[in-house]
């Protein structure tokens, strides 16, 4: 297969993650119990992450004990977070508080990574924020002080996860759906002392939830976050993390099946971020200048 279409397939997979991951606004407010982020963010990763580790059967070895700990809480631990931000939130004001998570990694990726992104990838992080803000923030938007905390909090320790992810890669015997077994049991380990001593078991899980957790721990947690990890690996910190644009695009698809209206400044708003997403995906032009330097 030709580069540019391994790079297109790649694209194309990991993007289904991020995709998968607009959904859990719906799903928190339809069919989970109400006031019980942390049961709903455990239930995504243990499950998922034991699931992971029986079909791989493979454990961290040196370094990889304490790392995928910390990647764990990075990129798992903070689910309760994204729970939190969804139930105290409108979808809208919680999508736009992650589609800052480009420009997150674009700073961390300079001090980390020694990644310095282009103005190009710049100017298109920030057009990206502003057109999902066009597309869910309405003039009624509710503010709520711990929402948007909790949203913040989750969008940061998402964007410490890629930058070390891309960093510390994998080791060279191990899948990425390995990987994701690992994140997700030290995630869910972390969740489940927490869960029991602040929230305890929900008093009744009905079919709808049950079908909730069980579509939040299978294409949400585990499926979603190895098609992430794979796609982390193999394209630049810069074309991934734009990818994340993805959410709330995909809630606000949603919202439109369920009958929210889309007027044209929220139909601009959708074109502008998915434009931002598509061209983060290429290189920047080149300018005379440096077509006379070639």
């Not at 961390?108 to 597309?135: F, K, M, N």
């Amino acid at each position: 297969m030709p580069a540019y279409d391994r790079r297109s397939a790649t694209v194309l997979l990991t993007a289904l993650a991020p995709a998968v991951w607009g959904t859990p606004y719906v799903v928190t407010t339809e069919l989970l119990p109400a006031g019980r982020p942390l049961f709903a963010g455990l239930m995504r990763a243990l499950p998922a992450g034991l699931l992971g580790l029986a079909i791989t059967r493979v454990l961290p070895r040196g370094d990889w004990w304490w790392r995928t700990a910390v990647l764990g809480v990075l990129n798992i631990g903070g689910m309760p977070l994204l729970f939190v931000a969804a139930g105290r939130l409108p979808g809208g004001v919680a999508a736009t508080l992650g589609a800052t998570q480009p420009l997150l990694v674009a700073a961390l990726a300079i001090a980390v990574l020694q990644d310095r992104p282009s103005a190009w990838r710049w100017t298109w992080g920030v057009l990206g924020v502003a057109g999902v803000g066009l597309v869910v923030l309405g003039p009624h938007a509710r503010l709520d002080a711990v929402g948007v905390l909790a949203g913040l909090g989750h969008t940061a320790t998402m964007a410490g996860g890629v930058v070390l992810t891309k960093r510390w890669g994998r080791p060279a015997d191990t899948s990425p759906l390995t990987l994701a077994a690992w994140q997700l049991t030290a995630g869910g380990l972390l969740m489940l002392p927490l869960t029991l001593a602040v929230e305890g078991l929900p008093p009744r899980i009905d079919a709808g939830a049950a079908g909730g957790y069980l579509w939040l721990g299978s294409m949400g947690g585990l499926i979603a976050y190895t098609l992430w990890f794979r796609g982390i690996a193999r394209l630049p910190v810069g074309a991934s993390a734009p990818l994340v644009l993805l959410s709330p695009l995909v809630a606000t698809v949603i919202g439109a099946v369920r009958g929210e209206s889309l007027n044209p400044s929220r139909t601009l708003g959708f074109v502008l971020a998915l434009t931002a997403m598509l061209a983060a995906q290429l290189n920047p032009p080149k300018t005379p200048t440096q077509e006379l330097v070639r």
